[in-house]
């Protein structure tokens, strides 16, 4: 396995799919919690840059946490940067992420713990998302986008992924209110590969790669100007369309909108004028300040 300085581990197999293993930053180790902090994207970028010139046959995003996949993005260190820095931020993210998009092999995020927020929307830019199913009994772990629950919202293209997977209507809703799912109550269509444990999942994306070969799907997966019917029904059947603006609710719907005229770019540049205009106002001072408390 790979790791040299400013990369993330990654190895090859004789068949040439590359896994790359998420970790935390060297000088923020967080108890192994994988973390979207300005390093890992960095890092991600650098990785992802380096691994599509060597024409993968596929790639495979896992992460090297025991607990989760990706918790997020670093909340404390957005909360820390001004408005510049914090679009700064955001776009870096959006670049990374689109590395997965422009790469010309078969990609899976190869879940097995909590996915949520930022981690969710890197896993949305992957072709397929596989989970480890949540054994009967067993403790099952969230996936979803919380930014809502803070009083604010996605930054990279959640708003218009998610929809794009999953029924629209339900992908607003829970996107809106910042309601995540449990892995053992997945909404139907999330989920494109399921296993029992990470290495029967790990073969089964490999099986799913090699299948796809010279087969690699449309990109973005997202929504734009040919779901607007569908979209647009969804609105009319959601709580969005009455939103108040200045919520997280409204600055959802006009990330929608904008994704149904311009796409994924569009949608993204919208989610990131309303977050760094929502982070600063209540209530999503007060409810970030007590996010942040919990966390120290």
């Not at 994306?205 to 090699?210: D, G, H, K, V």
Request: hydrophobic fraction near 45%; glycine fraction near 10%; aromatic fraction near 4%.
């Amino acid at each position: 396995m790979s790791h040299e300085t400013g990369l993330i581990p990654h190895e090859r197999s004789p068949d040439g799919i590359v896994t790359l293993s998420l970790l935390p930053s060297p000088t923020k180790p967080r108890g192994g919690v994988v973390v979207l902090d300005s390093w890992l994207i960095g890092a991600i970028d650098r990785t992802l840059q380096q691994v599509a010139g060597s024409r993968p046959a596929g790639v495979i995003l896992a992460s090297a946490s025991p607990r989760v996949w990706v918790a997020g993005a670093d909340l404390a260190e957005i909360d820390g940067l001004d408005d510049a820095s914090l679009d700064s931020y955001l776009k870096a993210g959006e670049t990374c992420f689109r590395r997965l998009l422009d790469l010309r092999c078969p990609t899976v995020a190869l879940i097995h713990g909590a996915v949520l927020g930022g981690g969710l929307e890197l896993a949305l830019h992957c072709d397929a998302l596989a989970f480890v199913r949540t054994p009967a009994g067993g403790k099952p772990y969230l996936v979803g986008l919380p930014e809502a629950s803070l009083g604010i919202c996605p930054g990279w293209g959640g708003t218009v992924m998610l929809p794009a997977r999953i029924d629209p209507a339900l992908a607003l809703e829970r996107t809106a209110s910042g309601t995540p799912w449990k892995s053992d109550a997945l909404p139907a269509g999330l989920a494109d590969l399921e296993a029992d444990d990470a290495e029967s999942l790990r073969r089964a994306a490999r099986e799913w790669i090699l299948a796809r070969q010279g087969a690699t799907p449309p990109r973005p997966r997202a929504i734009g100007p040919a779901s607007q019917a569908t979209i647009e029904n969804a609105i009319a059947a959601s709580s969005l369309a009455g939103a108040a603006a200045g919520t997280s609710a409204h600055a959802v719907l006009a990330a929608v909108r904008a994704g149904l005229v311009g796409g994924l770019a569009a949608g993204v540049a919208e989610e990131r004028r309303h977050l760094i205009a929502l982070r600063t106002v209540e209530p999503a001072r007060t409810k970030i300040a007590a996010f942040l408390a919990r966390s120290s």
